[in-house]
């Protein structure tokens, strides 16, 4: 038995830092299909499978533009990486360039506040 014992996991959260919940909440529901209700709050819910929720924190410090450092704050796996990059692109989104390895396809959108988001996608479609 593992470390849970019988616990399950029935779904996951992420906190995301960020200067105002309307704005960010409108950006990650118009570029990535979030459903979000401003009515909830600080609250993007992501209707997946996984029922993913991410909660927009205003009482989180955001990302340091001076640090050179910054990773993704957290990944979204997508069915069509190339339609996004582009749709993204033509939005005037801030996004780097598709990269290839043996995980797949990879690029970051950077939101309005400056966390990173790793979006990929080709796998386990590769093998």
């Known amino acids: ?11 996951s959260y992420i906190y995301i830092p960020v200067s105002d919940a309307n704005r960010s909440g409108a950006w990650y529901a118009k570029h990535l299909g979030f459903q979000w209700n401003p009515e909830l709050g600080q609250n993007i819910e992501l209707r997946t499978t996984t029922g993913v929720w991410m909660f927009m924190r205003t009482d989180y410090p955001l990302p ?33 360039a598709i990269t290839e390895d043996e995980g797949g396809s990879i690029f970051v959108l950077t939101d309005p506040d400056g966390n990173q988001i790793e979006i990929w996608g080709g796998w386990p479609n590769l093998r």
Do not use: K, Y
């Open 1 to 11: 038995m593992n470390q849970m014992g019988s616990a399950a996991i029935v779904t």
């Open 64 to 96: 340091s533009a001076e640090d050179t450092a910054r990773r993704p704050v957290f990944g979204l796996q997508v069915s069509d990486i190339q339609a996004l990059h582009q749709s993204l692109q033509e939005q005037g989104q801030q996004v780097s």
